[in-house]
């Protein structure tokens, strides 16, 4: 390969020398890796998914219990305080931020709930969504507060664009690609 002017910056491993003892203790997302390491099965789709979801540091690890009571709001027509707290253990799991917890909530009650994303957020307010970073309590009540403020916000603009609230996001989402094709998102 050719020299590149970057090559500078950047170091090659030379030796045995340079490894350090905690180069050799992979602690990346144990319990799944354990997992994955171990498959001798041939893979299945699930399999393919874990995979991908581990690549890409995005594997939910949720409780039975809270899976239960995520299936308990399918039937559900209005907010209730319940959702709240769902919604704080869903940002408590590893691997879940608002724009997958509201995925799930979305995908299990498509009336009462839509994902936030950055697209549709800057649409219906013209702003970035910025959310807090630490998983403190403080800051899943304030990422809670967002999301609901959202939901209303986007309930009266579904009203205005005379379109269905259970399809919003999806809209909304193909609309801002469109409208705002030249604004480029952070991070990503």
Not at 54 to 76: G, Q, S, V
Not at 144 to 173: G, H, S, T, V
């Amino acid at each position: 390969m050719k020299n590149r002017k970057n090559s500078t910056q950047i170091r090659k491993i030379e030796n045995k020398r340079e490894l350090h003892e905690e180069d050799l203790n992979f602690d990346y997302n144990r319990d799944l890796t354990n997992e994955l390491d171990i498959i001798e099965e041939d893979f299945d789709e699930n399999i393919i998914n874990k995979i991908a979801l581990w690549k890409l540091n995005r594997y939910p690890r949720l409780t039975d219990e809270l899976i239960r009571r995520l299936n308990r709001i399918r039937n559900d027509e209005e907010h209730k305080e319940e959702h709240k707290k769902i919604l704080i253990d869903l940002l408590g799991c590893s691997g879940v931020q608002l724009p997958m917890a509201s995925t799930f909530l979305r995908f299990r009650n498509p009336r009462l709930f839509q994902i936030i994303d950055q697209h549709v957020y800057r649409l219906l307010t013209g702003y970035e969504l910025s959310l807090p970073l630490s998983n403190s309590q403080r800051n899943k009540d304030k990422i809670c507060e967002i999301y609901f403020r959202y939901l209303e916000d986007m309930k009266r603009k579904c009203k205005e664009l005379e379109i269905p609230f259970e399809k919003a996001d999806r809209i909304l989402y193909k609309a801002d690609k469109r409208i705002n094709k030249d604004v480029k998102l952070k991070n990503y």
